[in-house]
Nanobody, 118 residues
Framework: QVQLQESGPGLVKPSQTLSLTCTVSGGSITTANYAWNWIRQPPGKGLEWMGG???????YGSPSLKSRTSISRDTSKNQFSLQLNSVTPEDTAVYYC??????????WGKGTLVTVSS
């Protein structure tokens, strides 16, 4: 059974960089036909897909966030990471990592709340 677990600071100051890591167990992030994604949900709002990294290491992202977002991976640790630059309080959200395939996201982490505040 594939499991995902987000980790990282719960509080980030405005203008700084938000960094999160997703540790995957029960399956390899290099397995073909899967992609590994970051999704967030601000308080009281819907889910927002941020971007992802494919099994071959290629990355892709939401046009609205792409200029501030970087997604990378460490295959030796079976982890992938998110960096979001120049954060503002509007980036406060529960951040999820999830595995995706052609039909959508099939495994999700539990999510981690990140608050942007001075």
């Amino acid at each position: 059974q594939v499991q995902l677990q987000e980790s990282g600071p719960g509080l980030v100051k405005p203008s700084q960089t938000l960094s999160l890591t997703c540790t995957v167990s029960g399956g390899s992030i290099t397995t073909a036909n899967y992609a590994w994604n970051w999704i967030r949900q601000p308080p009281g709002k819907g889910l927002e897909w941020m971007g992802g990294i494919r099994s071959d290491g290629g990355t892709y992202g939401s046009p609205s966030l792409k200029s501030r977002t970087s997604i990378s991976r460490d295959t030796s640790k079976n982890q992938f990471s998110l960096q979001l630059n120049s954060v503002t309080p509007e980036d406060t959200a529960v951040y999820y990592c999830a595995r995706g395939d052609s039909w959508g996201m099939d495994h999700w982490g539990k999510g981690t709340l990140v608050t942007v505040s001075s």
